[in-house]
Structure formats: C-alpha cells, structure tokens
C-alpha cells in the first residue's frame, strides 16, 4: 500500500523549505537595493504616431 502520508509530509516539508529560502533571497536583495546610492531616474516622453 502506498504511504501517502509519509508522501504528503516530504511534499510539504521540501515546498516549506523552498518557500522560506526564497523570502530569505528576497530580503537580501531588498536589503541590497535599500544599501545602493540613489540613482536618478529619467522620464522619456512618447508621442502617438498617427
């Protein structure tokens, strides 16, 4: 008979793990960001063409 509990908790367990691993990526790049000088940001006008 297949385990399927023991099948769900590894699923849960590895998706748990990813999730987190990703949020802590995710606030170190924040963090980067936040740390860099500003930069200036340049607006670019578009016209409609006709």
Do not use: P
């Not at 802590?24 to 963090?31: S, V």
């Not at 980067?32 to 016209?47: C, N, P």
Request: hydrophobic share 40%; no cysteine; net charge negative.
């Amino acid at each position: 008979m297949t385990d399927y509990k023991n099948m769900y908790f590894l699923l849960f367990n590895k998706i748990t793990d990813t999730i987190e691993s990703l949020q802590e990526i995710q606030q170190q790049a924040e963090e980067m960001y936040i740390a860099q000088e500003e930069t200036a940001i340049t607006t670019i006008e578009l016209t409609a063409k006709e």
